[in-house]
């Protein structure tokens, strides 16, 4: 007998990427470093201006507590946001994050002294709590193995996308009535730093507004809840194109957020119904917030506790994040130290008590800084799923913490190259970075997602990654500033680059452990989808019912769906 097409058009749909969710997402994911790295080109100048500084050094000191104090807030909300995200959805939280973001930006706009400053980046961080969601969410949208890849490479590439708008929002838009007459006696005056945190507003303004009409719940049980939001943009659609009367999700008919056989969702397939030689599949639900009567849903296993859910691969990529997050911010802010030092004097005492850099200008350092930017948007794109597809997340991880090392000891030499030298030196020391970040984060983020016990906890667990990761952001620049001054002060100028080898050496030993979690609950591997014939398994097994769908053949050439239970 012949295979059963429709059922076949249905588990190939279902195995599509979901592309219109990914970007609704990216579109709320590029506000937020659009409004977190407009701060950048102006902070100094605008702590100059609060006067709270008595020295250059002082300044720059204050304006390290300004931006870490968004990083250290983040990092003791996001396990609170995680958590909150696995109780009420992960939209919800999404959104509320979004305004986090506006609010602080509009508070930082009107500040006109340091401790309104502080307060508004903390407010920004304590409120917002999207990496982690973000994470869960593009965990539980890609549910083919295949396609993890190139998933999570399109985060961080929306990433670098917003901190090259960002940096130039800020750069262009901060203290606009001294450049532009048109400006003068407005409330851009008084609030010199108002007008790129209004346009940043506005930016995360349209980003709230998307994700309240069209971004879809992702969450397994509250992903049948009703969503006025939604439905409202599904509205808005139909107006726009009257053609479309039917509610249709906006996630691809080939891409269903739901781990299930997408016939059993009949809210989202509106035009199946079952045969009539099936009455207890017949029956109608009152509304979306009610799950189909034959969903496997109906029978559910509690969430894991805390215990359950942190099990030692989870810890150990907890741990792994925070050490990566540590040295690699850190790298961020020695290496424009390096490009803006003063050439190193001809009296060196090779080969560890020697000091220098490349003394470019500012408008070099912006240019290299913008090429990084491209060349990590490329490597994000293109050579990590690349290389994840053939090594798998695992050993791509491996390949960039062994490498990290290596490219901490080797930095601080390239300031003595001759002149001619240099620019090809820092090229490949840019290379060498952009490369092995594009590789070690998205990796961690695979691992994590197929490493969870439940999807009920996925929040949970990456909001504590992303909790650990902020709280060793915001000691980074910290600490390799202090010890970048004292092996100044020794001659020493590799100092903090060789302990950041050091740090990046020790995660190794996680590393070392780690082991690859193919399959995580509900998740589909590519040898799934090999067969679709009659009588064969349509869908995976829901690991939470503990029930299998099967398709059985009848006369009309139609399929009728059978619970057996196991």
């Given at each position: 007998m012949a295979p059963n097409r429709g059922a076949s058009a249905l588990l190939k749909g279902k195995d599509a990427f979901p592309t219109r969710q990914m970007a609704i997402l990216a579109i709320c994911r590029i506000c937020e470093p659009i409004a977190f790295m407009s701060i950048f080109p102006y902070a100094y100048f605008m702590i100059e201006k609060f006067g709270?500084?008595?020295?250059?050094?002082?300044?720059?000191?204050?304006?390290?507590?300004?931006?870490?104090?968004?990083?250290?807030?983040?990092?003791?909300?996001?396990?609170?946001?995680?958590?909150?995200?696995?109780?009420?959805?992960?939209?919800?939280?999404?959104?509320?994050?979004?305004?986090?973001?506006?609010?602080?930006?509009?508070?930082?706009?009107?500040?006109?002294?340091?401790?309104?400053?502080?307060?508004?980046?903390?407010?920004?961080?304590?409120?917002?709590?999207?990496?982690?969601?973000?994470?869960?969410?593009?965990?539980?949208?890609?549910?083919?193995?295949?396609?993890?890849?190139?998933?999570?490479?399109?985060?961080?590439?929306?990433?670098?996308?917003?901190?090259?708008?960002?940096?130039?929002?800020?750069?262009?838009?901060?203290?606009?009535?001294?450049?532009?007459?048109?400006?003068?006696?407005?409330?851009?005056?008084?609030y010199p730093y108002l007008l790129p945190n209004v346009m940043c507003t506005g930016v995360v303004a349209i980003g709230l507004t998307v994700g309240l009409l069209f971004l879809e719940e992702t969450h397994e049980e509250k992903k049948f809840d009703q969503d006025r939001g939604l439905e409202m943009g599904q509205w808005i659609l139909n107006k726009v194109w009257r053609g479309q009367t039917d509610y249709t999700p906006l996630s691809d008919k080939d891409g269903s957020l739901d781990e299930r056989n997408p016939m059993l969702d009949d809210h989202r397939s509106p035009n199946y119904q079952s045969t009539t030689s099936s009455p207890t599949l017949c029956s109608s639900r009152s509304s979306l917030a009610e799950p189909p009567p034959f969903s496997l849903d109906a029978v559910r296993e509690p969430a894991p506790t805390l215990r359950e859910a942190f099990t030692p691969q989870v810890c150990l990529n907890i741990a792994g994040y925070g050490i990566l997050a540590f040295h690699t911010i850190s790298l961020e802010q020695l290496l424009p130290i390096l490009m803006s030092r003063e050439e190193a004097p001809g009296n060196q005492q090779l080969p560890f008590k020697f000091i220098g850099g490349f003394h470019f200008s500012s408008e070099t350092i912006g240019i290299i800084l913008a090429v990084q930017g491209a060349l990590q948007m490329f490597a994000q794109l293109v050579i990590f799923p690349w290389i994840s597809n053939r090594l798998g997340s695992l050993r791509t991880f491996w390949l960039t913490i062994a490498s990290y090392p290596f490219l901490y000891l080797v930095a601080p030499y390239l300031a003595l190259l001759p002149p001619h030298l240099r620019i090809p030196g820092i090229v490949m020391l840019l290379l060498w970075k952009v490369t092995a970040q594009s590789l070690s984060y998205p990796s961690l983020a695979i691992m994590l997602a197929n490493a969870a016990p439940s999807k009920k906890v996925l929040g949970t667990l990456n909001g504590a990654a992303a909790s650990s990761a902020s709280i060793c952001r915001g000691f980074g620049p910290t600490v390799s500033g202090a010890l970048d001054t004292v092996g100044s002060g020794m001659g020493v100028s590799g100092l903090a680059w060789w302990t950041c080898a050091g740090i990046a050496a020790i995660g190794w030993i996680p590393g070392c452990f780690m082991m690859e979690e193919r399959k995580r609950p509900g998740f589909r591997g590519v040898e799934e989808d090999e067969e679709v014939g009659l009588g064969g398994p349509l869908a995976d097994s829901d690991s939470d019912s503990g029930s299998v769908i099967t398709l059985t053949p009848e006369e009309t050439g139609q399929a009728v769906l059978s619970k057996q239970d196991i």
């Open positions: 709270v500084a008595s020295s250059p050094a002082q300044i720059s000191m204050y304006v390290g507590m300004v931006t870490s104090a968004f990083a250290f807030a983040e990092g003791i909300s996001g396990a609170f946001w995680g958590r909150l995200s696995d109780r009420v959805g992960r939209k919800k939280v999404l959104l509320g994050g979004l305004f986090g973001t506006g609010l602080s930006m509009l508070l930082l706009g009107f500040a006109q002294n340091f401790q309104m400053a502080l307060l508004a980046r903390a407010l920004g961080g304590l409120l917002n709590g999207n990496i982690g969601v973000l994470q869960t969410t593009v965990a539980e949208l890609v549910t083919v193995e295949k396609h993890q890849p190139r998933a999570y490479s399109i985060m961080p590439f929306v990433w670098c996308l917003g901190t090259i708008i960002g940096s130039s929002l800020g750069g262009l838009l901060a203290d606009p009535a001294s450049h532009f007459s048109l400006f003068k006696g407005t409330v851009f005056e008084t």
